[in-house]
């Protein structure tokens, strides 16, 4: 069931920060902040800077510094995307991770370099609708929007686990962490999830060499599975079977899972799950659901390329998540090219690859998000549905 895309391998971690250039952390806030899961802040910070873009679909979005992202306006660079449950209230996360990188001396020079103790960082963000699980007052702030960018700067566990599992690829850190903790899919629970891929070495290949990575919470109104069949949508989108790790090994001679997906059609339909959560109408006044995330890469891309890549990667997005970009989400993905120094860009040819290759990475980072949550309350997670937890 593998999709060997361009002949591309997951990076040593699968993670994120197998992009050379960024850092990734989260952070909780406090169990004892309301009755519920808690909720929490994803931050990637990038401490050199990166070029970004952003492309938003979803038709309820919460979001923060995405105008000055178009490649018309004037700042070229970010510090951190900051990724944030508790709604509208989750957004001055991005203020104190605004106020940690200051601390740090990271952030753009606005006074120019004759007066470089003048900083304002950039730090663009999005946040999910998760307040019904987390808990009313479970609203990330100021000190967990610094204490991700601690974690993402200090912490160092926040990629994958390559050591785990020496005879297959790595499996990354996935499921109830950071903005995911309270994220919810459809009728499962949803989570954090992340995954890499590497272009072979190849001689007069336009991106050989290059990394292409993921981060993704999966919190969609659309249902994550097929429901005839229980599995995954995006699972074919696997490489290099990463998804094994969950238990997915008995395969038949074509890749498929045949005898866990009858078990796991059945198990679903035993507990009634349609696999989506339409309000009713008298609710439908507020977006309540979103998938957000970052795709990256180490290619030179210039900022109208990153926002080609975010439009590229909401592909992935729509092949995992059915139906995807409803009026209740707020589907938002950003684009961070880690590369230094000025650049036109690459070509189209190297374009249309890595664009291809990052809406395969956010399909199988909402894989990882949803096959690596646990269940919380009574919103299971797919591994208990499945007969699968641990």
């Known amino acids: 069931m593998s999709t060997n895309l361009f002949g591309c391998h997951p990076g040593p971690a699968n993670a994120l920060t197998d992009v050379s250039g960024l850092r990734l952390g989260h952070a909780q806030t406090p ?23 952003v492309d938003v679909r979803g038709g309820g979005p919460g979001t923060r510094e995405t105008d000055l992202l178009h490649p018309h306006n004037t700042v070229q660079r970010i ?17 104190g991770a605004m106020n940690e990188l200051e601390s740090r001396g990271i952030g753009f020079q606005v006074l120019g370099p004759q007066d470089p103790g003048k ?23 100021l000190a967990e ?8 700067l200090d912490g160092g566990c926040s990629g994958g686990d390559a050591t785990a599992h020496p005879q297959s690829v790595a499996a990354p850190l996935a499921g109830n962490i950071g ?27 336009p991106v ?24 995954p949508w995006g699972l074919p989108a696997e490489l290099h079977g990463e998804f094994s790790h969950y238990g997915l090994n008995d395969r038949d001679e074509n890749g498929r899972v045949r005898p866990l997906e009858r078990k796991v059609a059945e198990q679903m339909a035993s507990l009634n799950l349609s696999g989506t959560k339409f309000p009713r109408p008298e609710e439908s006044t507020t977006g309540l659901n979103t998938t957000i995330g970052v795709v990256a890469t180490d290619a030179p ?60 990475c956010v399909e199988r980072a ?9 269940s919380v309350g009574e919103v299971p997670s797919w591994r208990d549905v499945a007969g699968m937890g641990s």
């Not at 900083?119 to 702030?141: K, M, N, S, T, Y």
């Not at 929007?145 to 993402?152: E, I, L, Q, T, Y």
Request: with cysteine; aromatic share 4%.
């Open 145 to 152: 929007g610094a204490a991700a960018v601690v974690d993402a």
């Open 79 to 95: 510090h951190a995307v900051t990724l944030s449950g508790g709604s509208a209230y989750g957004l001055a996360a991005a203020s």
């Open 366 to 374: 909402i894989v990882h998000s949803i096959l690596g949550a646990e």
């Open 301 to 360: 891309l210039s900022k109208a390329q990153c926002q080609r890549l975010a439009m590229c990667a909401h592909d992935g997005l729509a092949r995992a998540i059915r139906p995807a970009h409803m009026p209740f989400d707020g589907d938002t993905i950003f684009a961070l090219s880690t590369a230094t120094g000025e650049t036109a860009g690459v070509n189209d040819v190297a374009l249309t690859m890595l664009s291809a290759v990052a809406a395969q």
């Open 119 to 141: 900083i304002v960082p950039i730090v663009p963000a999005a946040v999910i609708f998760d307040l019904p699980l987390a808990g009313w007052g479970a609203r990330p702030g």
């Open 208 to 231: 050989a060499g290059y990394t292409v990575a993921a981060a993704m919470i999966s919190n969609p109104q659309g249902a994550v599975f097929d429901p005839s069949a229980g599995l």
């Open 31 to 53: 169990m004892s902040s309301a009755p519920g899961a808690g909720s929490g802040v994803t931050t990637v910070v990038a401490p050199t800077g990166a070029v970004a873009s």
């Open 179 to 205: 903005a995911g903790t309270a994220a919810s899919a459809g009728a499962l629970k949803g989570g954090f999830g992340q995954a890499s891929a590497r272009f072979p070495q190849l001689e007069e290949s």
